[in-house]
């Protein structure tokens, strides 16, 4: 392994001071797609069943200023066909499909299909709405108030949203304010403990579900009415060109949890509060609305009746495919000077608010080498994106939960699989490590899952060249591609590098994952930047010298080792 030169260190002042500005990038461009949609279901049934009810949301067209979707060619279909059969729409406008048999097969099909044409430009917007609101139609009491998931109602979170929007002037201002408050404030983990407002304000942990119930909470608390969209992403990456080079966005497929916040001059807009306001991409499929998830849960729900005596509950499994017929993604983005440290995007507002900028972080502790001849690495050490979803199967993951006497239900999760495959020999990926202490290095370990084939693996530890990986630093021992399980789910890998135990210095360096034969391994990754900087997740193409390519997430990693009292 290669010796780690003495003055590494001292790259880490340039890389932090140059990574503190704010994040909220104007975006403009269009994006333009037509996505063939289709949803599998197919349910092998418990013993002793009564009764099973599948219910399926038909999803509607939806227009706003900047995003619009429009439905067509929707179908369903079940085998064996359902033995009763009804369309019911809700107070919030759902149109659900419900589907009955009192006669329960052993198994059941169900296919969803629909065509959805997403058209998203980045236009200005000029918003003239006031704050707070005054004159707000009757319609809207429902978004204002408080439910078990949204606790609008709950003192701490009036006293936090009060003093995010205090002095404020417009209705814009306030919003942003309090989304990147959140979009600050939230880490991304999945699954949560719980799904709920509270939970994510005193945590500060949640999946996009609290995101969006605590960013409703604290908008209804001010009276700025607030309802949750439940849908689909899809895992289809776009880009945006910026003047350092290549922003590149992917969420995994799956179903997701939004807002969309009704404005009087504007109507309905739509917000992820894990990092857009006044739109969402191309990449969404909008399904079913309501007050909470609570509510909106209709799409794809299971209900069964069984005997008290039963013992084998249903199983279930959902695949979500999505076939892109046409696709346009033409986006540029110009990071400013104001608003929160994580990434926001959005198109130019023209409406007054007040630009709220960062304070600079504090800086960063320089070592001499004098102190480094007295360190005793005696205290265990272990750092990194910790949170993820082990060994589970994503294709069954649903949970059951009771409804009634000897009634029991499925709804839908958001429990999505997020992952990079990492060992294609186009792409190159690296992931950021940011050291606050001297760590004496024993391993390094990846969230990985190994699909098949053969060869070897390794970790390459690089130095950090002003935001990007530089020169190769430290290799680890090879791993043999045999000794990875093949069964569902993503566990630690881990990567020793206990031949020549390196010190690394408080400072920036990039990991990523070497490889020799044809593995095909995924790494898992996690929404937003739980733990490192912006832009600390890097790729390039494999004959490019440049890492000018930056991603949205993070990829999960953990480092051990000995660090000093």
Avoid at 76 to 104: C, H, M, Y
Avoid at 243 to 251: D, S, V, W, Y
Avoid at 410 to 423: K, P
């Amino acid at each position: 392994m290669k010796k780690i030169s003495g003055s590494l260190f001292f790259l880490v002042i340039l890389f932090i001071s140059n990574s503190v500005l704010a994040e909220n990038f104007n975006l403009k461009g269009d994006m333009d797609s037509t996505i063939r949609y289709e949803l599998q279901h197919q349910i092998i049934a418990g013993d002793s069943m009564k009764k099973l009810v599948l219910s399926f949301v038909v999803p509607q067209s939806f227009t706003s200023p900047i995003y619009k979707q429009q439905i067509s060619n929707f179908n369903i279909s079940f085998s064996p066909e359902a033995q009763e059969r009804k369309n019911l729409t809700d107070e919030r406008g759902n149109n659900t499909i419900v589907a009955t048999w009192n006669r329960v097969p052993g198994k059941i099909d169900a296919t969803v299909t629909f065509d959805a044409k997403n058209v998203i430009g980045l236009k200005l917007i000029e918003t003239t709405a006031g704050f707070p609101l005054t004159g707000v139609p009757y319609a809207m009491a429902d978004y204002l108030k408080a439910t078990e998931q949204v606790q609008a109602d709950n003192p701490e979170i009036r006293r936090l949203a009060l003093r995010l929007t205090n002095g404020v002037k417009t209705q814009f201002d306030a919003v942003q304010r309090i989304v990147s408050w959140v979009v600050d404030h939230v880490r991304y983990v999945n699954p949560p403990v719980q799904y709920d407002a509270l939970y994510s304000f005193h945590s500060g942990k949640g999946n996009c579900q609290n995101y969006s119930h605590l960013s409703a909470a604290l908008l209804r608390s001010v009276g700025i009415p607030v309802r949750i969209v439940n849908g689909v992403t899809l895992n289809q990456p776009f880009s945006i060109n910026w003047e350092k080079g290549i922003l590149t966005f992917k969420m995994g497929q799956g179903r997701h949890s939004w807002i969309e916040v009704w404005f009087p001059d504007q109507g309905w807009m739509p917000y992820d509060p894990q990092n857009m306001q006044l739109f969402v991409s191309n990449r969404f499929v909008r399904i079913e609305v309501g007050v909470d998830n609570n509510e909106t849960k209709n799409d794809g729900l299971l209900q069964w009746i069984q005997s008290a005596d039963a013992r084998v509950k249903p199983q279930l499994q959902e695949t979500i495919g999505a076939n892109f017929l046409s696709d346009s993604a033409k986006v540029s983005g110009s990071r400013q000077a104001y608003g929160p440290k994580n990434l926001l995007l959005g198109p130019n507002v023209r409406a007054e608010f007040k630009k709220i900028t960062m304070e600079p972080p504090p800086q960063p502790i320089i070592i001499t080498e004098e102190e480094k001849k007295d360190f005793r690495f005696t205290v265990p050490f272990v750092y990194g994106n910790l949170d993820f979803p082990v060994n589970i199967d994503f294709a069954f993951p649903r949970s059951t939960k009771s409804s009634g006497k000897n009634s029991y239900q499925m709804s839908r999760n958001f429990l999505v699989e997020t992952a990079e495959y990492v060992t294609t020999k186009a792409t190159q990926y690296a992931q950021i490590v940011v050291l606050k202490k001297p760590v004496k290095l024993q391993k390094v370990a990846l969230a990985l899952h190994k699909f098949g084939g053969e060869g070897m693996l390794w970790i390459d530890i690089f130095q950090d060249n002003q935001g990007k990986p530089g020169e190769t630093l430290y290799t680890s021992e090879m791993l043999s591609l045999d000794q990875l399980s093949m069964k569902p789910g993503y566990r630690w890998v881990n990567f020793r590098f206990s031949k020549d135990s390196p010190v690394l210095m408080p400072g920036s360096y990039w990991i990523a994952l070497g490889f020799s034969g044809s593995p095909v391994i995924n790494w898992f990754y996690t929404y937003g930047k739980p733990v490192g900087p912006v832009y600390g997740t890097r790729y390039k193409g494999v004959f490019e010298e440049d890492w000018s390519g930056a991603l949205n997430y993070e990829f999960n990693y953990r480092v051990t080792g000995l660090t000093t009292k």
